[in-house]
């Protein structure tokens, strides 16, 4: 590659790194209108002092996509060193988003500027060559010593049926509050 194409190259990383959107683009997603507003709400609370941002969206508008599949490997080139606790309804969906994150970041290492460290294997808890670590859990699970600089909740409630129980909403409140009051988010 000629100092041109590296400088070019040196560029769309740099990009790449920047912009969520432009992450998104890279990996086959072309963002509509409501994921453009979706990433902006991200980028903007990211740099801010807030604590918490709520998203909402009906379903099927891809808010798992861009908040537990995209954000986490653009948040680690970003942030080497931190670690995300990213949290949904079951095990098996928290393996899920952390597999595809994981493999992300294997397939595009060298763009981000990140690495996996080589005992990384597992779907749902798995570090970086820097430190940096993911961890993805059930609702419900013990997080108990995990500090996380970002936490992820993405679908606590796997049906509709437990979205409208009492019962089950408060012990997931009850779960959420344990894991903040105890600085694992």
């Known amino acids: 590659m000629n100092r041109v194409g590296a400088a070019a190259e040196m560029v769309r990383r740099r990009g790449l790194r920047r912009s969520l959107a432009e992450w998104a683009k890279h990996k086959g997603f072309e963002p509509a209108k409501h ?3 979706i990433i902006n ?10 604590e918490v ?6 379903p099927d508008s891809a808010k798992s996509t861009y ?6 490997s653009w948040y680690m080139a970003n942030h080497p060193t931190h670690s995300i606790l990213a949290a949904t309804h079951s095990v098996e969906f928290a393996e899920r988003w952390g597999r595809r994150v994981r ?3 294997a397939l595009d290492a060298n763009l981000l500027g990140i690495e996996l460290a080589r005992d990384s294997q597992a779907a749902a808890r798995w570090s970086l060559a820097s430190g940096g ?6 609702a419900g699970v013990g997080i108990s010593g995990f500090r996380a600089d ?11 049926e437990d979205a409208y129980s009492e019962t089950v909403r ?14 694992a988010w």
Do not use: C, M, T
Not at 53 to 58: D, E, N
Not at 133 to 138: R, T
Not at 150 to 160: A, E, N, Q, V
Not at 170 to 182: A, E, F, I, P, V
């Open 150 to 160: 970002l936490g992820l909740g993405d679908d606590f409630f796997g049906s509709r």
């Open 133 to 138: 670590e993911y961890y993805g859990v059930g």
């Open 53 to 58: 941002l709520l998203l909402f969206a009906p």
């Open 41 to 50: 709400e991200i980028e903007s609370f990211l740099l801010s002092e807030e």
């Open 170 to 183: 408060q012990k997931r409140w009850d779960w959420y509050l344990d894991g903040s009051n105890s600085h």
């Open 35 to 37: 994921h453009l507003l």
């Open 67 to 72: 908040v537990s599949v995209l954000l986490p």
């Open 103 to 105: 493999n992300d970041i």
